[in-house]
């Protein structure tokens, strides 16, 4: 980092001399020029450094301007689907499995700050730490550029992911669904069984039953994506 960056972050300056942020390596990826650097450290900031602020409260934000965003690039993008069909995109859309996936492919999780023990137990991959960091640099996004910023973030990562939704594949737990209905059975009900590992990547289990018809397990690095995969192996099990 720059010596005009470290005077721009005022009382991070110390901590980060000892734990730096490269944020010329950040810039490609936001397309932003900070006018508030350290919102932009505090994004990629995990709480295992022991380290305040971290990126909680920015994730917390960055979160609800996603949904707001694309919600919006949604209506605008399918003006004819249903409000059960735009739920079910945007869901898919701004999941933290999502929200990882675009971490990965921007490398962010080089640029995380973690702790040693975090970083050792591979926090720099966790799918529950790369979603968070995304949403935390939207939310960075928005407090120093606005919702232009943000915007222009979300549009540019997500624009490959929006093509194609309508094309992909339904959702497990909605194709799961409507198999139930289809042998004139109740709701498929999800049973979260426990959970394990780290704080920093927790793995959820979750079991699926269809009463009179069977049931699966499965585990994931959320409750969602546990029900997700928990929908996917019942379907392998028993649609053949």
């Known amino acids: 980092m720059d010596l005009v960056h470290c005077r721009a972050l005022g009382p991070y300056r110390g901590r980060l001399l000892s734990n730096p942020v490269d ?5 490609p990826i936001i397309d932003h020029a900070p006018s508030n650097p350290a ?3 505090q994004a990629l900031t995990h709480g ?3 380290q305040t602020p971290d990126y909680q409260r920015l994730e917390f ?3 609800r301007v996603l949904g707001m965003v694309m919600a919006d690039l949604l209506y605008a993008r399918f003006p004819k689907a249903a409000e059960g069909q735009m739920s079910a995109f945007l869901n898919r859309l701004v999941s ?3 929200c990882a996936d675009i971490a990965r492919a921007c490398n962010l999780g080089a640029l995380i700050r973690l702790g040693k023990q975090a970083r050792d137990d591979g926090g720099a991959g966790s799918t529950n730490i790369l979603g968070d960091v995304v949403e935390a640099l939207i939310g960075a996004l928005y407090l120093d550029g606005g919702l ?5 973030f979300i549009e540019r990562h997500w624009a490959e992911r929006i093509s194609d ?3 992909a594949p339904r959702h497990p737990k909605s194709e799961l669904q409507e198999w139930a209905a289809a042998r004139n059975r109740k709701t498929p009900t999800y049973t979260m069984l426990g959970k394990s590992g780290p704080d920093h990547d927790l793995r959820f289990t979750v079991r699926v039953e269809i009463k009179g018809l069977g049931a ?4 994931g690095t959320s409750k969602q994506e546990a029900e997700t995969h928990a929908a996917r192996q019942f379907l392998a099990e028993h649609n053949t």
């Open 23 to 27: 944020l010329s390596a950040l810039a």
């Open 39 to 41: 919102l932009f450290v």
């Open 48 to 50: 295992s450094t022991g």
């Open 61 to 63: 934000l960055g979160d």
């Open 96 to 98: 933290r499995e999502s």
């Open 148 to 152: 232009a910023s943000a915007r222009s």
């Open 165 to 167: 939704i309508a094309e």
């Open 216 to 219: 699966a397990e499965a585990t």
